[in-house]
T-cell receptor
Framework: ETGVTQTPRHLVMGMTNKKSLKCEQHLGHNAMYWYKQSAKKPLELMFVYSLEERVENNSVPSRFSPECPNSSHLFLHLHTLQPEDSALYLCASSQELGRGPYSNQPQHFGDGTRLSIL | SQQGEEDPQALSIQEGENATMNCSYK?????LQWYRQNSGRGLVHLILIRSNEREKHSGRLRVTLDTSKKSSSLLITASRAADTASYFC??????????????FGGGTRVLVKP
């Protein structure tokens, strides 16, 4: 157990559906992240939240909408997705958002949601 | 282009042998981290080496960092079948005023044959 739980583990949806991915961390961390992992591409950072405030959205299409109601929960709301959005979506958390040259913030990952867009 | 790039992309060895993989990066970093990902699972943090450190050990893992060459290596000694996974390096670098970010490489797929 990594202390970060993602649900659902698998999701198949049509392009017109609306669904949400959920992430919950039991580590008392203050920073949470959404990443996208596609085949043959490096892990891509999508969103970062620190103390429930979004730090950056990294130019992610608006069909992805994050929500962080408290420091333990993170959601990714999906609507009108495209086939190229099929990927593994990973949530991670760290004690704090690392700052400066002496940062020491390993990230703890959930097992991801495998998303398939029909 | 990506910050961290692993080499080789794939590695196949026999149980008991050592596995070495390398990571190169382009810009200044605060620290470099290595992660493991088993098939169908999330990433697991293995080791973090700071920019002012040259070598670090953790169990059967040995990490080196050469900031002059902007490269790092991960050595797994006496490999086991359970070490079969993908291994990623991630560089911690300055990003926005609020903080740093991790940039991941494409990974090295390691297969340890029994």
């Amino acid at each position: 157990e990594t202390g970060v739980t993602q649900t659902p583990r698998h999701l198949v949806m049509g392009m017109t559906n609306k669904k949400s991915l959920k992430c919950e961390q039991h580590l008392g961390h203050n920073a949470m992240y959404w990443y996208k992992q596609s085949a043959k591409k490096p892990l891509e950072l999508m969103f970062v939240y620190s103390l429930e405030e979004r730090v950056e959205n990294n130019s992610v299409p608006s069909r992805f909408s994050p929500e962080c109601p408290n420091s333990s929960h993170l959601f990714l709301h999906l609507h009108t997705l495209q086939p190229e959005d099929s990927a593994l979506y990973l949530c991670a958390s760290s004690q704090e958002l690392g700052r400066g040259p002496y940062s020491n913030q390993p990230q703890h990952f959930g097992d991801g949601t495998r998303l398939s867009i029909l | 282009s990506q910050q961290g790039e692993e080499d080789p992309q794939a590695l196949s060895i026999q149980e008991g042998e050592n596995a070495t993989m390398n990571c190169s990066y382009k810009t200044s970093i605060n620290n470099l981290q290595w992660y493991r990902q088993n098939s169908g699972r999330g990433l697991v943090h293995l080791i973090l080496i700071r920019s002012n450190e040259r070598e670090k050990h953790s169990g059967r893992l040995r990490v080196t960092l050469d900031t002059s060459k902007k490269s790092s290596s991960l050595l797994i000694t006496a490999s086991r079948a359970a070490d079969t996974a993908s291994y990623f390096c991630a560089t911690d670098e300055a990003w926005v005023a609020a903080g740093n970010k991790l940039t991941f490489g494409g990974g090295t797929r390691v297969l340890v044959k029994p």
